[in-house]
């Protein structure tokens, strides 16, 4: 995930069930990083969104779930 705010953030690939994967180390805009799902547990066809931690801000949900089979 590239970041485009203008904040330094890191994140973590979420389930519907709520399990969360590995979080990533903290970085800043205009750089990105990818969460393995194969590191995860979940089998292929999860829907994932983003759980996104702003360093001295919010943590939110991305707005948008993904399939796994289409990453």
């Known amino acids: 995930m590239v970041n485009n705010a203008g904040l330094v953030l890191s994140w973590a690939a979420a389930a519907r069930t709520g399990e969360q994967s590995a979080q990533t180390d903290e970085y800043p805009i205009n750089q990105a990083r990818v969460v393995d799902l194969a590191t995860t547990l979940w089998p292929q066809g999860t829907d994932v969104r983003p759980f996104v ?11 948008s779930d993904v399939s796994s089979r289409h990453l």
């Open 53 to 63: 931690d702003a360093v001295a801000g919010t943590k939110e949900f991305g707005s």
